[in-house]
């Protein structure tokens, strides 16, 4: 390990734990990824940095509330939205809208889509609902996995590496990063669905907004902690670049500007004193709050997979699948793996795909890539995300009252 795992720019040491109030309980060691806390039972923690995902796991398992975030953009984000020459573009991610009625009131899981959107435009935001991009990057996903399968089936040169992995959990990404770089080939080369809406919020969105792309302040709404890390990475900024390349000339900027989680856009409704629960439901102000269910599954473990191969079976056969709910690839288990078999209209003939889904990553994965590495692994495509049950069991998620994620370690 070099002597630092970060990139200059990027957020260090997002997740940290408050000596004051820990006590030592060793709760937060069974949820971290990586191993990365320290310290002997009974006495105060600490975090490693460099082994740090900033997934937030132990964050909402700590029984203490003695984990802490060191970044919040709340401040920043509330003096844009009163900004009259910036336009703020809030990008609502699938497991947001499930989650976040909690906080008025609202059932648990309850589906307030509607009213979160009445809630932000209320605020001040433009709706980008992140389900659009995720719709964006299954079928750059979907479309570079069939290159790579057909690829290496003809034997070309550069074929791309199969199985193909996932690239959507950034705590994922952290992780083959820092503890498995030989197989980031492996890894897809499709944006996360944040890092996409940020991208044409600036470009395309621009034109939509009719506002200058260094005046649209994006702020991404996130189930997750680590999405404040995947924003600040340098090579984000794919809207500067384009925009320079097209002859302006103006100070770098990143695709988001700010990333809130789950907790923090419901600290910054209240903050504004907009209930939630009472706001009326609103549609959205453009085509960037239509989406498929393909987007929307994105939030849960096996539904980028199950959205990859909706997508996959219609390209390689022309035709929809015959049923969409692909079920071998839902559900808690942490490992799953399915086959799919169908007729291949460019290579004519049949060709079976193997898949698998890992969740809970820390507890799961070790087994799957040792595979990979010895060139034993059965399967063609991957898919990976850091917490149990996915996104929707995110570390920016409201935490559950009792000391534990609703979801826990499974």
């Keep these: 390990m070099t002597a630092t795992t970060y990139q200059p720019g990027e957020i260090q040491g997002l997740i940290k734990i408050n000596a004051s109030k820990c006590k030592g309980c060793d709760a937060c060691k069974q949820f971290c990824p990586t191993h990365a806390i320290n310290g002997a039972s009974g006495a105060v923690h600490s975090i490693d940095e460099d082994k740090c995902l900033s997934c937030g796991q132990c964050l909402i398992n700590c029984p203490f509330s003695a984990i802490e975030e060191t970044h919040s953009a709340l401040e920043t984000v509330i003096k844009k939205l009163a900004d009259k020459n910036t336009t703020v573009v809030g990008i ?24 979160l959107y ?111 890390l995947e924003a600040s990475r340098p090579e984000f900024n794919s809207a500067w670049q384009y925009h320079q390349e097209h002859g302006a000339n103006t100070p770098s900027y990143q695709d988001i500007d700010a990333v809130l989680t789950t907790r923090e856009m419901a600290q910054l409704l209240k903050m ?38 909706r997508t996959a079976h219609k390209v390689l056969t022309g035709t929809e699948m015959a049923k969409l709910e692909f079920e071998p690839v839902r559900g808690l288990k942490g490992v799953k793996s399915a086959s799919v078999s169908l007729f291949d209209t460019e290579l004519n003939q049949n060709v079976t795909v193997n898949v698998a889904v890992v969740h809970d990553m820390g507890n799961n994965i070790e087994p799957v890539l040792r595979d990979v590495m010895a060139g034993t692994s059965p399967y063609h495509f991957i898919e990976v995300m850091n917490c149990a049950g996915g996104c929707v069991n995110g570390g920016g998620q409201p935490i559950e009252g009792k000391g534990s994620s609703w979801l826990g370690n499974i």
């Design 272 to 309: 504004l004193d907009i209930d939630l629960a009472n706001t009326p439901e609103y549609q959205g102000d453009s085509l960037f709050s239509e989406y498929t269910g393909a987007g929307t599954i994105f939030g849960t473990t096996g539904g980028v997979m199950e959205a990859a191969l």
């Design 92 to 115: 609502i991610a699938p497991a947001v809208r499930v989650a976040i009625g909690e906080e008025f009131g609202l059932g648990t899981g309850e589906l307030v889509t509607g009213k």
């Design 118 to 228: 009445g809630a932000m435009n209320q605020a001040g935001f433009k709706i980008f609902d992140c389900n659009f991009a995720a719709d964006l990057t299954i079928m750059e996903e979907g479309s570079e996995f069939i290159h790579r399968l057909h690829a290496n089936a003809k034997g070309e040169e550069n074929a791309g590496a199969l199985p193909q992995f996932t690239s959507c959990c950034p705590g994922w990404v952290r992780y083959l990063e820092t503890r498995y770089p030989a197989l980031l080939p492996n890894l897809s080369t499709a944006k996360s669905p944040q890092q996409m809406a940020g991208t044409v919020a600036k470009t395309y969105g621009a034109k939509v907004y009719q506002m200058q792309p260094e005046n649209i302040f994006t702020v991404s709404v996130m189930p997750c902690t680590s999405k404040k």
